[in-house]
């Protein structure tokens, strides 16, 4: 039998590459965007008609091309961006597989006018179908200008298949989207049939994406700033309030580039369990800047997927800094005043060694007594558990914590509180008022402290005058032996168990003495009906427990100095704005909302 293998025509070729590159008007409005970017432009104009099927065109001021090297930029495979296979390991540029012109000139009509500031003439080419219709020299300012005309003109199949012109629009509004947010320092404009529908001026990236997503965007924005050995965030998640239904805000850019990650989406909603509600998902901007060695996005022909090496790292480390900022920022908008997300520590739980309890007496002890300040001092001394947490936090971070604390503290001290029904305390602050449920409050706060001083510091105990005698059931006594060394890590000095009851010697600090039996046996309780399955959840249902029983109630008045007190150390709470146990713990209303009462 003779022969019968050929070697495909290059423009057979291409058109099958094509199949893959060029979906829609949007691909290639991405292809063209990417090269303008990549040629370091800084202004950009798309142009479409009819939503791309007729005309889409990108301007650039970028570099432009040499005569040879614009004809050379149409032949598949044919780029400036890497030279060996080495380079594709660091990559710095959107594209490097040089195939999207020769793709896009396949399937469509292309004229190309482009000039470099080595040539004293441009190049105006034109190109239909992968064949070159004229090539002539022209003057043209520096830069390039490629305009893309009647996509599929010559495959009836495909261009029948393109969706409505509504549909094909949102698609390539969604590119231009990625592409404008990643680029803050790139001016874009872009017209469809004629109208100016964006003109992005240069700025920062909240100044971008509220010019991308309008002015109530905002109020919406959470910053987020993590830097480790291994990976860099930055950019914005969305307050909880403000999470949505529908998913169209959330964009992550790796190494600048636009991807989709079922995995990095489920640590950020993660950031947010229990804090919205079921169905609902937040916003998110976030850049993610990973040394390009441990990356390969060429998985993909159009380049939105990733493969990460650390990626169950990349997981914790995303998810800790969206909870951390979130904790963080919830209340500081209300306040007017932008906190540093690397002020605080997160808790910290591992590697801590069991310590016995400081023993220091002191029966006039006062809950609210300890001054906000050395709550800051407290604060700072655990930037040492940070950093072993995250290697790598730069230095210089206390006297900036020192000063925002400062600024902080006198934001809340200024205003005046008072309390209502004994049950509420009011304070004024910039934008309106706040209003704080008191008990909630406080269990927040001794939640915190106590997880502190069980994880990190060890607790201080109470010593008490005559040992206390508390009989128990036999399930308890049982519950007691297992969970001993924390209680003891919570600051109760157990002297004795017996089959029926317990001697008790020492108690936490602030714990009220006459209440001890009430707390432990409230304490037993949660645990057995917490079920906790890990020591650090027993630890934290401890927390929760004594939060909960220790914590001033309503009804019980608070003079001027606790009102204080409780506000300052409230909003020093990693997650001031829910209790241990979900509920809210304050709310604000506007000076607007007041206003529209009348
Ligand atoms: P790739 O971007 O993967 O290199 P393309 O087919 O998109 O492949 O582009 C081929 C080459 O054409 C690029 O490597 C670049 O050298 C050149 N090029 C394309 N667009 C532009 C532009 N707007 N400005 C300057 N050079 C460009
Ligand atoms: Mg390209």
């Given at each position: 039998?003779?022969?019968?293998?050929?070697?495909?025509?290059?423009?057979?070729?291409?058109?099958?590459?094509?199949?893959?590159?060029?979906?829609?008007?949007?691909?290639?409005?991405?292809?063209?965007?990417?090269?303008?970017?990549?040629?370091?432009?800084?202004?950009?104009?798309?142009?479409?008609?009819?939503?791309?099927?007729?005309?889409?065109?990108?301007?650039?001021?970028?570099?432009?091309?040499?005569?040879?090297?614009?004809?050379?930029?149409?032949?598949?495979h044919?780029?400036s961006?890497?030279?060996?296979?080495?380079?594709?390991?660091?990559?710095?540029?959107?594209?490097?597989?040089?195939?999207?012109?020769?793709?896009?000139?396949?399937?469509?009509?292309?004229?190309?006018?482009?000039?470099?500031?080595?040539?004293?003439?441009?190049?105006?080419?034109?190109?239909?179908?992968?064949?070159?219709?004229?090539?002539?020299?022209?003057?043209?300012?520096?830069?390039?200008?490629?305009?893309?005309?009647?996509?599929?003109?010559?495959?009836?199949?495909?261009?029948?298949?393109?969706?409505?012109?509504?549909?094909?629009?949102?698609?390539?509004?969604?590119?231009?989207?990625?592409?404008a947010?990643?680029?803050?320092?790139?001016?874009?404009?872009?017209?469809?049939?004629?109208?100016?529908?964006?003109?992005?001026l240069?700025?920062?990236?909240?100044?971008?994406?509220?010019?991308?997503?309008?002015?109530?965007?905002?109020?919406?924005?959470?910053?987020?700033?993590?830097?480790?050995?291994?990976?860099?965030?930055?950019?914005?998640?969305?307050?909880?309030?403000?999470a949505?239904?529908?998913?169209?805000?959330?964009?992550?850019?790796?190494n600048?580039?636009?991807?989709?990650?079922?995995?990095?989406?489920?640590?950020?909603q993660?950031?947010?369990?229990?804090?919205?509600?079921?169905?609902?998902?937040?916003?998110?901007?976030?850049?993610?800047?990973?040394?390009?060695?441990?990356?390969?996005?060429?998985?993909?022909?159009?380049?939105t997927?990733?493969?990460?090496?650390?990626?169950?790292?990349?997981?914790?480390?995303?998810?800790?800094?969206?909870?951390?900022?979130?904790?963080?920022?919830?209340?500081?908008?209300?306040?007017?005043?932008?906190r540093?997300?690397?002020?605080?520590?997160?808790?910290?739980?591992?590697?801590?060694?069991?310590?016995?309890?400081?023993?220091?007496?002191?029966?006039?002890?006062?809950?609210?007594?300890?001054?906000?300040?050395q709550?800051?001092?407290?604060?700072?001394?655990?930037?040492?558990?940070?950093?072993?947490?995250?290697?790598?936090?730069?230095?210089?971070?206390?006297?900036?914590?020192?000063?925002?604390?400062?600024?902080?503290?006198?934001?809340?001290?200024?205003a005046?509180?008072?309390?209502?029904?004994?049950?509420?305390?009011?304070?004024?602050?910039?934008?309106g008022?706040?209003?704080?449920?008191?008990?909630?409050?406080?269990?927040?706060?001794?939640?915190e402290?106590?997880?502190?001083?069980?994880?990190?510091?060890?607790?201080?105990?109470?010593?008490?005058?005559?040992?206390?005698?508390?009989?128990?059931?036999?399930?308890?006594?049982?519950?007691?032996?297992?969970?001993?060394?924390?209680?003891?890590?919570?600051?109760?000095?157990?002297?004795?168990?017996?089959d029926?009851?317990?001697?008790?010697?020492?108690?936490?600090s602030?714990?009220?003495e006459?209440?001890?039996?009430?707390?432990?046996?409230?304490?037993?309780?949660?645990?057995?009906?917490?079920l906790?399955?890990?020591?650090?959840?027993?630890?934290d249902s401890?927390?929760?427990?004594?939060?909960?029983?220790?914590?001033?109630?309503?009804?019980?008045?608070?003079?001027?100095?606790?009102?204080?007190?409780?506000?300052?150390?409230?909003?020093?709470?990693?997650?001031?704005?829910?209790?241990?146990?979900?509920?809210?713990?304050f709310?604000?209303?506007?000076?607007?909302?007041?206003?529209?009462?009348?």
């Open positions: 039998m003779a022969d019968i293998i050929q070697l495909l025509p290059d423009h057979v070729a291409n058109q099958i590459a094509a199949g893959e590159v060029v979906q829609r008007p949007a691909s290639v409005v991405k292809e063209l965007l990417e090269n303008a970017i990549d040629a370091k432009s800084d202004q950009i104009k798309l142009v479409i008609q009819d939503a791309g099927k007729t005309l889409i065109q990108v301007i650039d001021n970028g570099i432009g091309m040499s005569p040879t090297d614009a004809r050379m930029s149409f032949e598949r044919a780029t961006k890497i030279k060996t296979a080495a380079d594709l390991f660091k990559l710095k540029t959107k594209g490097f597989r040089g195939e999207a012109l020769a793709s896009i000139a396949a399937v469509a009509q292309v004229e190309l006018k482009t000039s470099n500031t080595e040539n004293q003439f441009g190049t105006h080419l034109k190109i239909e179908g992968n064949e070159i219709i004229f090539q002539e020299p022209t003057t043209t300012s520096k830069g390039t200008n490629i305009a893309v005309r009647n996509l599929f003109y010559n495959i009836p199949a495909r261009r029948k298949f393109l969706k409505s012109d509504a549909v094909e629009t949102r698609h390539i509004i969604n590119e231009f989207h990625r592409v947010l990643a680029h803050p320092q790139i001016s874009f404009s872009f017209f469809h049939n004629g109208k100016e529908i964006y003109n992005l240069t700025g920062n990236l909240r100044k971008r994406i509220v010019a991308i997503l309008g002015k109530k965007a905002n109020d919406q924005l959470v910053p987020i700033a993590e830097k480790t050995d291994l990976i860099e965030i930055s950019g914005f998640v969305s307050k909880i309030e403000f949505k239904r529908k998913k169209d805000e959330q964009f992550f850019f790796v600048n580039r636009f991807i989709k990650s079922p995995y990095l989406n489920h640590a950020v993660s950031a947010y369990e229990n804090l919205i509600a079921n169905g609902l998902h937040p916003s998110y901007f976030l850049f993610l800047s990973v040394n390009s060695e441990r990356i390969d996005i060429n998985i993909h022909p159009t380049k997927e990733i493969k990460f090496d650390d990626e169950k790292t990349i997981y914790a480390i995303l998810k800790a800094s969206v909870k951390h900022s979130l904790g963080q920022y919830q209340v500081a908008p209300i306040l007017d005043f932008e540093n997300a690397n002020l605080d520590t997160p808790y910290y739980f591992k590697n801590k060694v069991s310590s016995t309890p400081k023993i220091e007496v002191d029966p006039n002890f006062n809950p609210f007594k300890t001054q906000a300040s709550n800051i001092r407290e604060q700072k001394k655990n930037i040492g558990n940070w950093e072993s947490l995250y290697s790598g936090i730069s230095s210089g971070i206390e006297n900036e914590m020192e000063h925002k604390s400062e600024l902080f503290q006198n934001e809340l001290t200024e005046t509180t008072f309390q209502i029904h004994k049950k509420f305390v009011i304070s004024s602050i910039k934008s008022v706040v209003i704080i449920h008191q008990n909630l409050a406080h269990q927040r706060i001794l939640y402290e106590f997880l502190e001083k069980i994880t990190v510091e060890g607790a201080v105990s109470q010593q008490l005058l005559f040992p206390l005698e508390i009989s128990f059931n036999k399930e308890e006594i049982k519950l007691i032996k297992e969970i001993k060394e924390d209680l003891e890590n919570c600051g109760f000095q157990i002297d004795q168990i017996f029926d009851k317990i001697v008790i010697k020492g108690i936490p602030g714990i009220n006459g209440k001890t039996t009430i707390i432990i046996e409230q304490l037993l309780a949660d645990i057995q009906n917490d906790p399955e890990n020591s650090f959840s027993q630890l401890m927390a929760k427990s004594l939060a909960k029983s220790t914590a001033v109630k309503t009804g019980q008045y608070l003079n001027a100095k606790e009102q204080e007190e409780l506000v300052n150390k409230l909003f020093l709470c990693k997650q001031p704005e829910s209790s241990p146990y979900g509920k809210k713990t709310i604000t209303i506007n000076l607007s909302e007041i206003d529209n009462k009348f």
